[in-house]
Antibody
Framework: QVQLQESGPGLVKPSETLSLTCTVS????????WSWIRQPPGKGLEWIGY???????NYNPSLKSRVTISVDTSKNQLSLKLSSVTAADTAVYYC??????????????WGQGTTVTVSS | QSVLTQPPSASGTPGQRVTISCSGS????????VYWYQQLPGTAPKLLIY???QRPSGVPDRFSGSKSGTSASLAISGLRSEDEADYYC????????????FGGGTKLTVL
């Protein structure tokens, strides 16, 4: 079965760029949409954006100016870059797969999440 | 401030039926499917309900979803201690170029 694993630095300095990778195992990244979602400590979920395996993207308007999501099909990985980070970007970051059902935005496979702290 | 509105807390005793509400608008719940996620402490969210009332394989039929207009509900019957978790509703929002919106989450306590 498909498994997702997020990885990247756990500590990022303010104003720098947060970079995370999600490795897909047990299945192909192709033919699916993939998401990044985050959860600040003690708070709710926030959707960051989607990427289709072909590379087309859709971002949360509140983060769009700072976010880039990309995919590397040869490595079965997707990546997240969030620029100009502040303490408000401190969160657990999850990658997730969108259900392979047309017109459906449910996310049925999730990684375990990785904690990123923004601090000097 | 979440786009979808949920009560911050809910509670029930074992065996009871509890419902959690989720309120949105015409651009999200009113015109798109609703999804529900369960997040147990310290774990990633798990999809409970998709397309308003469909359960993924493996989700017990104690969990059910419904939608009416711009609101939706998650019902849990035969409440169990292991149901104690945070529950989030979500939907696609058609405004701007479209994006996924979540509720603020409801913490369910099994008394």
């Amino acid at each position: 079965q498909v498994q997702l694993q997020e990885s990247g630095p756990g500590l990022v300095k303010p104003s720098e760029t947060l970079s995370l990778t999600c490795t897909v195992s047990g299945g192909s990244i192709s033919s699916y949409y993939w998401s990044w979602i985050r959860q600040p400590p003690g708070k709710g979920l926030e959707w960051i954006g989607y990427i289709y395996y072909s590379g087309s993207t859709n971002y949360n308007p509140s983060l769009k100016s700072r976010v880039t999501i990309s995919v590397d099909t040869s490595k079965n990985q997707l990546s997240l870059k969030l620029s100009s980070v502040t303490a408000a970007d401190t969160a657990v970051y999850y990658c997730a797969r969108r259900m392979p059902v047309a017109g459906t935005h449910g996310m049925d496979v999730w990684g375990q999440g990785t904690t990123v702290t923004v601090s000097s | 401030q979440s786009v979808l509105t949920q009560p911050p807390s809910a509670s029930g005793t074992p065996g009871q039926r509890v419902t959690i509400s989720c309120s949105g608008s015409s651009s999200n719940i009113g015109s798109n499917y609703v999804y529900w996620y369960q997040q147990l402490p310290g774990t990633a969210p798990k999809l409970l309900i998709y397309r308003n009332n469909q359960r993924p394989s493996g989700v017990p039929d104690r969990f059910s979803g419904s939608k009416s207009g711009t609101s939706a509900s998650l019902a849990i019957s035969g409440l169990r201690s292991e149901d104690e978790a945070d529950y989030y509703c979500a939907a696609w929002d058609d405004s701007l170029s479209g994006f996924v919106v979540f509720g603020g989450g409801t913490k369910l306590t099994v008394l």
